[in-house]
């Protein structure tokens, strides 16, 4: 046996994907992307594509931490009239934050609204805020595209006082429509369409909120 510690080897890439007995044994949803996995794979190693390190902010994601910069971004949407995909996340009835990202340039913006329990905006700040956000969500002309947004997303705003108008497409309906016995979680989607790393087991139940 060879003493000291082992020489370093050339860097080990590893890209996983379902194990063939597991879809084998039931989960026919999963076999149509077996072929993604691999295509995947192979762009990676071609240099087609790059992995993101999905612990650090996706390339040009901004959050808009002041109401100028927010303002900049709705006179922006107005004028442009994108298409943008847009996500929430809550806690509960409260809204922790809401993204939006255009789908052409695949730019992103993170508007804050709690961290830590806590409102991120005080005083007349909120109002601004919830009108400059309620322009690109009543707008007809800027384009919306949900991930189940018909079910939880676009509810969810209703109930917090704004009007969706811009209404366009739901990733999911359009998922289920082609693959109904495929998951459909978002991950998942991220992963087989958009050649993203997982990202769920970044956080866990117990974790604070807006970490």
């Not at 005083?123 to 309620?134: F, I």
């Not at 109904?180 to 974790?207: H, Q, R, T």
Request: with cysteine.
């Amino acid at each position: 046996m060879p003493r000291g510690r082992p020489k370093a080897g050339p860097e080990v890439l590893v890209l996983p994907i379902m194990h063939p007995a597991a879809i084998l044994r039931g989960q026919w949803g999963h076999d149509p992307f077996q072929i993604v996995f691999l295509e995947n794979a192979r762009k990676v190693y071609e240099g087609e594509e790059k992995l993101l390190d999905i612990e650090q902010p996706l390339p040009g994601e901004r959050v808009l931490r002041s109401i100028p910069e927010i303002e900049e971004y709705v006179r922006w949407a107005e004028a442009a009239r994108p298409t943008l995909a847009c996500d929430i996340e809550t806690a509960g009835e409260s809204l922790t934050c809401i993204g939006f990202c255009d789908i052409e340039t695949e730019q992103p913006v993170v508007i804050p609204y709690r961290n830590s329990g806590m409102g991120y905006w005080f005083g007349a700040r909120t109002p601004q805020v919830d009108q400059l956000v309620g322009r690109i969500l009543a707008n007809p002309e800027i384009r919306l595209v949900f991930q189940n947004g018909a079910t939880f997303d676009i509810p969810m705003l209703e109930r917090l006082g704004w009007r969706v108008e811009g209404y366009e497409d739901d990733t999911l309906i359009m998922h289920r429509n082609c693959y109904p016995e495929a998951p459909a979680a978002l991950e998942f989607l991220g992963i087989v369409y958009g050649g993203l790393p997982a990202w769920k087991w970044l956080s866990s139940p117990d974790e604070g909120e807006g970490k």
